[in-house]
Nanobody
Framework: QLQLIESGGGSVQTGGSLTLFCVAS????????LRWFRQAPGQERHFVLA???????????YYSESVQGRLVISFDSAKNTVYLQINNLKTDDTDVYYC???????WGQGNQVTVSS
C-alpha cells in the first residue's frame, strides 16, 4: 500500500524559501497525479497545486493564485520523492501543507510551514 511521508517544512522569515518533500513508499509516486493542500487545524482547507506526470517528468501543473510564480517542482526517481520549493514566502503562507494522491486515498502526514515577519 502506498504511503506518503512528508518532511522539509520549518520556520523562515518573509522572503525566504522552503522545500517540502513528499516521499512515496510501497508504490511509484509517478503512478499518481498529486495534489497539495494547506490547512491549519480546525481551519478551512485551501488548494495549492495539482500536477500530473508524463513518465518521470511533470506533464501538467495547476497552481493556486496565491502561489503562482513562486513554486518550483522537481522529482528524484531514485528516491521516489517530489520536491516542492516555495519561494518568496509570506506570512500568509503559514499553514500545514499536505501532499495527496488525486484520488484522495493517500495522504502525507502534513508539513508545517511557518513564516514570520
Amino acid at each position: 500500500q502506498l504511503q506518503l511521508i512528508e518532511s522539509g517544512g520549518g520556520s523562515v522569515q518573509t522572503g525566504g524559501s522552503l522545500t517540502l518533500f513528499c516521499v512515496a513508499s510501497g508504490g511509484t509516486l509517478t503512478w499518481y497525479s498529486l495534489r497539495w493542500f494547506r490547512q491549519a487545524p480546525g481551519q478551512e482547507r485551501h488548494f495549492v497545486l495539482a500536477m500530473s506526470w508524463n513518465g518521470h517528468t511533470k506533464e501538467y501543473a495547476y497552481y493556486s493564485e496565491s502561489v503562482q510564480g513562486r513554486l518550483v517542482i522537481s522529482f528524484d526517481s531514485a528516491k521516489n520523492t517530489v520536491y516542492l520549493q516555495i519561494n518568496n514566502l509570506k506570512t500568509d503562507d503559514t499553514d500545514v501543507y499536505y501532499c495527496i494522491t488525486d484520488n484522495g486515498r493517500y495522504w502525507g502526514q502534513g508539513n508545517q510551514v511557518t513564516v514570520s515577519s
